[in-house]
Nanobody, 119 residues
Framework: QVQLVESGGGLVQAGGSLRLSCVASGTDDNFTSMGWYRQTPGKQRELVAQFTTDNRIEYADSVKGRFTISRGDVKNTVSLLMNDLKPEDTATYYC?????????????WGQGTQVTVSS
């Protein structure tokens, strides 16, 4: 079965940087989309950045100019470089991936990695 494993979260001061990584296993297929979401306990999970099905990059307005999503050297891996972190970036960050086919598609979430930004 497909598994997504995130790493790289932690505690950082405002203005600092973190790099999140997501490694997938359990499939020989290329993901047709892959990206990052984040969620705090009282809020809806929101898109942070992703490679779309058409391989375009989308960013949330709140992170444009600060975060950079990139594909890893290994198939079905993705990273998120987060620069100039702000306290409002504090959240659990989830890797997400999907595979689309002519018969539909499937999507998966990782377990999440916590990012905490202190003032």
């Amino acid at each position: 079965q497909v598994q997504l494993v995130e790493s790289g979260g932690g505690l950082v001061q405002a203005g600092g940087s973190l790099r999140l990584s997501c490694v997938a296993s359990g499939t020989d297929d290329n993901f047709t989309s892959m990206g990052w979401y984040r969620q705090t306990p009282g809020k809806q999970r929101e898109l942070v950045a992703q490679f779309t099905t058409d391989n375009r990059i989308e960013y949330a307005d709140s992170v444009k100019g600060r975060f950079t999503i990139s594909r890893g050297d290994v198939k079905n891996t993705v990273s998120l470089l987060m620069n100039d972190l702000k306290p409002e970036d504090t959240a659990t960050y989830y890797c997400a991936a999907s595979i689309l086919s002519g018969h539909g598609g499937n999507g998966w979430w990782g377990q999440g990695t916590q990012v905490t930004v202190s003032s």
